[in-house]
């Protein structure tokens, strides 16, 4: 049982250890973050289409 709350305590002191991003911050990389998943999901949908074109072009 003390194995368990020290398990707890230990996380408790963690967590007050972890340094939040403010609001400017959050909202940056979560556009960023958008960007880039919009981006890479274009490119592979791209990749795809080309290769169904090729495929139906040759085969």
Known sequence: ????????KGIKKEIKAVRWPDFKTL?????????????FGLFFYGL????AFLRELFF
């Open 1 to 8: 049982m003390k194995a368990i709350k020290r398990f707890f």
């Open 48 to 51: 795809a289409a080309l290769f």
């Open 27 to 39: 909202v940056k990389y979560s556009c960023i973050t958008i960007v880039m998943l919009v981006f």
